[in-house]
């Protein structure tokens, strides 16, 4: 009995009525079963959980506020990423064919003499009047709107939102605004250069002429409208008529020839003073120069070529104003 008694089966560890023997070691590697979550352990009582106290409404209406912000500035960030580059990317397209406009303009001043035959040949009775009218017509076109174009690639993005192309810009404008007057400044001086050139013109009279065609003459300066002129006009044709008349007696005296031939003398002496001591310098009336279009000219390529690489740099593909090569962008 004691064999079959030692044969048998004992509980195992973990089911109840277990008692380990004396002497008879505990198994190991098997974990004693642990009661279920929420039970306290065999034997001994659970302790009560205290009740789980609510979140200060404030703390958590901060926390709410917080997550919100925080999320709309990720948004917000992620937009701006993506909008910003190109909101603040310069448009260097319209500046570009401005400039080209204006560099075409300054290219025809630069190149044409008209201009310069102008003033050159204001006071040359040699040159026709039908041909200086020729040159003050050309120097008209060449120059005209020239303000204008100034102005429009002035007022263009890239000129305005690049201050190195800006302040480029305004160095080029002002010897370009030097040299060639605005239109209205322009055809202004160009119509008196006109008036005075054609009074230098009709100074082919002879002192046997009939006071009407001195009349005539003077009267291109009296109707002119400048009051240098009207005043200049009217002494020219007192002290012309009286050498003429001078002139005009000595020619058909019979006798007293060398008084009549001293009276003429001491007239067209007088008549000489006077002209160089009343003569308008038309220098003075109307100041028009063309000499300083060489430096306009280097001082505005020097600017467009700038421009042009700029534009290479930001190039508006839609715009179709360069070449595009192999990834390369080559205006101009």
Known sequence: MDNNMQGAQQPYPSQPGYQPQPGYPQQQGYPQQQPPYGQAPYGQPYPPRPPKQP???KKKKAIITWSCVGAGLVVIGAVLAIVLPIVLRVDYSTAYRAAGELKSKVYNIYSNYDCEYVVDYVESSYTSNKDYEKYITKCKEVASDTDGLVETLANTEGIKKNKELSEQFEKVKKLILEAVPNDAELSEKLDIYKIWHEWIASDDMNWTDADSKF???????????IDAF???GEGWLEKTLETAHAYQAYDNATTGWSS????????RSERSDWISANKPDISIIAPLSFSDTSA??????????NLADIYELNYNADSGDCMELIGEIICD
């Open 55 to 57: 979140m200060d409404p």
């Open 215 to 225: 009349q005539a003459a003077a009267n291109i300066l009296i109707n002119s409208g």
């Open 230 to 232: 009207k005043t200049y």
């Open 260 to 267: 009549l031939y001293n009276e003429y003398n001491r007239k």
């Open 296 to 305: 306009m000219y280097t001082e505005f390529n020097k600017f467009y070529q």
